[in-house]
């Protein structure tokens, strides 16, 4: 590798002072010390607990989504998303194939099939203009639902993924959604604090999922949450993820086969002090962005990934666009050799073994980005 390559990588360990910078990092401070200590001090460290209830509803005044659901991860948030959205078993979800794996695993939960289909280079998430080809192309409606002509099956929802925190393009995918009767659930996992058209990500869907893994932009160890505006969506929410038990001050009964999915009270604790910050680490990533972007520019052949127009991203991951002439896994191998840690985009899920006989629409985009994205370190900075 060259001498760009060289003052870029110690651009970035004089950037954060360290001989070894890793992707990106939880910040914690005393609040979270306090409030977990708080929280074990009070013996109510699991399924029951004021920190839950306070979480949901900060939760809910930070998003803007009129209720929230904490449980026990994104994964999790997502499965139970789709499955009280009316995703049932044979039932296929278009998602691009250009996603995180847990896309896919939560509809296969259900025994639901993805269907996956390409992204657009301006967003990295979904595109709804080859979407609605796609569907001219293998769908027709019967009985007012959209099928799939190969397969026979209802296609029942899909699942737009903002990928790295920037937001899919969501006003013409909403139209196609309604034009062709099927619904939208967002995996909103990488996208607290980033905005479409100034409405938070995560309030468009029918149902959305959060994630609060220890890698996302906040974190409560492992966690994730279920957004809907729908009060009767969120009641049902609470109730499958709480073993579905009927409330009442001493019986054991439950209605349904529940899943015990709620968010420990514990976690909840950590999620309330990273919640205050979330605007300051939210500030600190779009400024890093600028940071970057000077790095970069001494870079031949190197973009850096920018925000979409008319959203307002969290740049949770930074992301580095290659031209074709660069060897990705040789950039990938210099950088983790010489103290920056960084990785390439995820394998598609359509060349994964377990995923590669589902429906697929044509995904030449997903195949070129696979081979040029990049992420480099993202944990928030503290600018002078
Ligand atoms: C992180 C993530 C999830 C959920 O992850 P969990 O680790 O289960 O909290 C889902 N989808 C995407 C795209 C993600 O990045």
Known sequence: MNEQWISFANGIKDLY????????EPTFNETEID????????????????????????????????????????????Q?????????????????????????NAASYLQAVPHFVDVSEKTLGLDPVKLEEHIKDIGEMKSGQLTNKHTGRIIRAVVPMHTFGHPVDLDPLIE???RYNFVLVED?????????????????????????????IMTTGGGGAILTNDDKLADYAKHITTTAKV???????????????????????????QLQKISTFIEEKRQLTEIYEELVSG?????????????????WLQTLV?????????????????????????????????FKNMPTADLTITKKLKNTLINIPSTPLKVK
């Open 322 to 354: 290659l031209e074709q002439k660069h060897n990705r896994d040789a950039v990938l191998d210099f950088l983790n050799e010489n103290g920056v840690m960084s990785r390439p985009i995820w394998t598609p899920m359509h060349e994964l073994e377990l």
């Open 188 to 216: 909103a996992a990488e996208s607290l604090g980033s905005y479409y058209k100034g409405k938070h990500t995560g309030g468009f869907g029918r149902v959305s999922a959060l994630s609060f893994n220890g890698n996302k």
């Open 176 to 178: 196609v959604c309604e």
């Open 80 to 104: 139970i998303a789709l499955k009280i959205a009316g995703v049932q078993q044979d039932d296929e979800v278009f998602m691009p194939s250009l996603t995180f794996v847990a896309t896919a």
């Open 35 to 78: 409030y977990v200590t708080d929280c074990v001090k009070s013996g109510w460290v699991s399924s029951v607990g004021k920190y839950v209830d306070r979480f949901e509803q900060e939760l809910a005044e930070f998003t803007g989504v009129q209720r929230t659901v904490a449980v026990v991860n994104g994964t999790a948030a997502l």
């Open 247 to 273: 409330p009442h001050r001493w019986a054991y009964e439950h209605d349904e086969i529940g899943y015990n999915y709620r968010m420990p009270n514990i976690n909840a604790a950590l999620g309330c002090a």
């Open 17 to 24: 002072q360290k001989d070894f910078v890793p992707l990106h």
């Open 299 to 315: 870079l031949d052949g190197v973009s850096l990934f920018k925000e979409p127009t008319n959203t307002t991203g969290n740049y």
